[in-house]
């Protein structure tokens, strides 16, 4: 029995210890604790970093720095150009035909009327002699018509004198023999029949006059027509010549043959463009300016060139209206001298006025703004280390300044190189 309880006792002792050893591993609490500590760290991460921006390094030396100033700012800008004649005349081929022969080169100097080149065109020559039958053909048949309504004229006024003749004799017998009818000298018979040929004679004369009238206005409107046709036809003739002189390609104005795309043996078409005339009495000066400007660049703005240390006044004669690449074309002439060695290609630097001066805050002009559309700009620190990005508005440019409207102040330096290498960093820091 003894030993039976304490078998007993010992067994709950086992249980009792067994009972109180703990579970190991995570409990689902633990899970609560883990995502409430994950939250904490996250806000305190958010609470470090929320306010740093991003930093590039760079060193001070690779950049340029500019100074913003308070200063005259000139509304201007600076465009290239080239020298152009002051007129180009277009040659265009009146006739088609083959190059017989080229008498001019180009480069020469020519007069209006010279001929430049001779062509030759077979079927040309055909219409000629095609033109040419056709007119002698109308030529007989208005010669043959004339002379047949002459001889119908002739003819017609014949018959009117003989009938009229008739008319009276016949007229003069039947006076006669009504008087001696009225006296009973002849008998009714006799005067019936004088009445009768005098009847007759009075209804033929009208039918000749009738006849006669009709011919003489069926040859005053016929002969007029074919007249008409003729003259017509001798114009058409006179057109074909002319088309034949056409083969003579002639100056049109006096100047410089400037090209010549012709070559003996070469067909050319009726129409195509074979070269032109520069018209050397003056010159203009053809320029392309950035589409920027498009709106404030108008007709009659002045502008200037510099030669040798001397200042040739332009006028803006013409802007042309299309677009190309981003950029337009304009044509200047001068208002007074011109430089003395003036040719046609060279280029000039034209300084183009757009408006009056004015004091401004002046930013100097950099590849910045390629990056930025001057929207923007790092300016440098008092310290010199580190510059922040700020917004800013900028308004007019000319060839050296942008006009800043916000965001600068004169004395402040600026980070004017290129931003590319930057990236989205809102800090430089210089090194």
């Not at 390094?57 to 200063?71: F, H, N, P, W, Y």
């Not at 005349?89 to 007069?111: F, N, Q, T």
């Not at 074979?274 to 000066?285: A, E, M, R, S």
Request: proline share 2%.
């Amino acid at each position: 029995m003894i030993s039976l309880f304490r078998e007993m006792k010992i067994k709950k002792r086992i249980k009792m210890d067994i009972q109180l050893e703990k579970k190991k591993g995570l409990r689902p609490k633990h899970y609560g604790y883990i995502a409430l500590g994950i939250l904490l760290l996250f806000v305190g991460y958010q609470l470090i970093f929320a306010t740093s921006v991003s930093t590039f390094r760079t060193e001070k030396d690779k950049l340029s720095i500019a100074d913003v100033s308070q200063g005259k700012f000139d509304d201007y800008i600076t465009i290239n150009g080239n020298v152009a004649p002051i007129a180009t005349i277009y040659m265009d081929a009146y006739e088609g035909g083959r190059v017989e022969e080229k008498l001019i080169e180009e480069g020469a100097m020519v007069k209006k009327g010279d001929i430049i080149l001779k062509l030759d065109n077979i079927n040309l020559y055909e219409q000629i002699l095609q033109s040419e039958s056709g007119l002698a053909l109308k030529q007989n048949d208005l010669r043959q018509t004339r002379l047949t309504f002459d001889s119908r004229q002739v003819e017609g006024r014949r018959s009117l004198a003989t009938a009229s003749t008739e008319l009276q004799r016949l007229k003069r017998n039947f006076e006669q023999n009504k008087a001696l009818f009225e006296e009973e000298l002849i008998s009714a018979e006799a005067y019936q029949l004088s009445k009768e040929n005098y009847e007759l004679s009075q209804k033929q004369y009208e039918i000749v006059k009738v006849q006669t009238e009709n011919d003489n206005k069926l040859r005053e409107t016929s002969l007029p027509v074919l007249e008409t046709d003729l003259n017509r036809m001798q114009k058409t003739l006179g057109m074909v010549y002319q088309r034949l002189d056409h083969l003579n390609v002639r100056a049109p104005a006096d100047g410089q043959l400037g090209f010549l795309d012709a070559e003996i043996g070469q067909n050319i078409t009726q129409g195509q463009r074979i070269g032109q005339i520069n018209v050397l009495t003056d010159y203009k000066i053809e320029a392309s300016i950035d589409e920027h400007y498009i709106d404030r660049v108008q007709r009659d703005l002045v502008a200037t060139i510099e030669r040798s240390g001397t200042e040739y006044p332009l006028r803006l004669r013409k802007v042309y209206p299309e677009v190309r690449n981003g950029k337009f074309k304009v044509d200047l002439v001068f208002t007074a001298d011109k430089p003395e060695t003036i040719r046609t290609g060279q280029s000039y630097n034209i300084k183009l006025q757009l408006g009056e001066s004015s004091e401004a805050l002046l930013l100097p002009k950099g590849s910045f703004f390629q990056s930025t559309g001057g929207q923007w700009i790092f300016v440098v620190g008092p310290n010199g280390d580190e510059a922040i990005r700020r917004n800013i508005r900028i308004g007019k440019q000319n060839s050296r300044y942008y006009e800043v409207l916000e965001g600068l102040q004169a004395g402040e330096q600026v980070i004017t190189s290129n931003y590319d290498t930057f990236g989205e960093a809102e800090r430089i820091v210089l090194k």
